[in-house]
């Protein structure tokens, strides 16, 4: 697997995020048919991370958003009721793609030391892809009321526990030497959030996602 023939796929698979949005959020989206919510959905999400990835999302209003998107007040309130229903769609839909591309046991590897590896590249390039969702759900998480803030937590949780299980797996099956698999899963979890934290960082440097997975993972298989 590389990036660009996972992008390609993604980029297939992206106008079903805006429908399991429209579809989980059913009972609170006024308008009901997709062919029209989900084109707009779209455009206010995308909006919302521009604006916020701007100037951030406490300073924004729906005014703000209404003016950017060209969609009314009226309608943007037909979609998304409050500001804080928003943020919550967001961070909800971010832990909901984790799940579904990185999460899917199926087309994880067998050997635990490949899944590993696997959970990692996966995860490094559904973060590049998403970059904005990503960079968007960890720095807004103090604007957050205690049930988003909990789901961004344990979107964290999530991936250093498939990590963990990886590293218990192999360490049990004499693969790898690691003591503590949830201290060592927790530390590998900053590396990858490095990349959509700060690309700025590597794209200065010229190193692009694959390089940089490939830096990470020697980093880590020396470790082990």
């Avoid at 998403?130 to 049930?147: G, L």
């Avoid at 003591?179 to 934290?197: G, N, S």
Wanted: proline share 3%; net charge neutral.
């Amino acid at each position: 697997m590389n990036f660009q023939d996972f992008k390609i796929q993604f980029e297939t698979d992206t106008p079903q995020i805006y429908r399991t949005v429209f579809e989980e959020n059913s009972d609170l989206i006024k308008v009901k048919k997709a062919k029209v919510a989900v084109p707009n959905l779209e455009k206010i999400f995308t909006t919302t991370l521009k604006i916020s990835n701007r100037s951030g999302f406490k300073g924004m209003n729906l005014r703000d958003l209404s003016a950017e998107t060209g969609i009314s007040l009226g309608a943007i309130y037909s979609y998304i009721e409050s500001k804080d229903r928003l943020l919550s769609m967001i961070i909800q839909q971010v832990m909901a793609s984790i799940r579904v591309v990185i999460g899917d046991r199926d087309k994880q590897p067998d050997n635990p030391v490949d899944r590993l590896f696997w959970i990692m590249c996966t995860h490094l390039y559904l973060s590049e892809v998403m970059q904005e969702w990503f960079f968007f759900a960890f720095m807004e998480a103090r604007s957050f009321k205690t049930e988003g803030r909990n789901d961004a937590i344990e979107s964290e949780l999530f991936t250093e526990k498939l990590l963990a299980d990886c590293l218990k797996e192999a360490a049990c099956a004499g693969q790898i030497e690691c003591v503590d698999p949830e201290a060592f899963a927790a530390m590998i979890k900053p590396l990858l959030q490095d990349w959509y934290l700060k690309p700025w960082k590597y794209k200065r440097r010229g190193v692009t996602v694959d390089e940089y997975f490939t830096r990470v993972e020697k980093f880590i298989r020396a470790s082990l």
